[in-house]
């Protein structure tokens, strides 16, 4: 037997849990033991990169308000300048 005719892992131990059939009690169980497993993965950033990104993503939005100030002031004397004002 190869391992492409085995089972998948756990496939026969346990039921696929799709919360069909459960009561609304069960259900919100469920999904709150689903929340917590999927949180025990997050990843949270050190002081450092937290401090970094911060800082970047200070700079991009100050950039990036600078950039659509410049646009509408040249657009506005564009438009001054054009229609007359």
Do not use: C, H
Not at 12 to 28: D, E, M, Q, T
Not at 39 to 67: C, G, H, Q, W
């Amino acid at each position: 037997m190869t391992d492409l005719d085995a089972p998948a892992r756990g496939s026969a131990s346990r039921p696929a849990k799709s919360g069909k059939g459960l009561s609304p009690i069960a259900r919100l169980r469920l999904f709150i033991r689903q929340v917590i497993d999927e949180m025990r993965k997050v990843v949270r950033p050190t002081r450092d990169e937290l401090i970094n990104y911060t800082l970047v993503v200070i700079v991009f939005v100050t950039f990036m308000m600078a950039l659509t100030s410049g646009l509408d002031f040249g657009f506005s004397k564009l438009v001054m300048w054009v229609f007359g004002g």
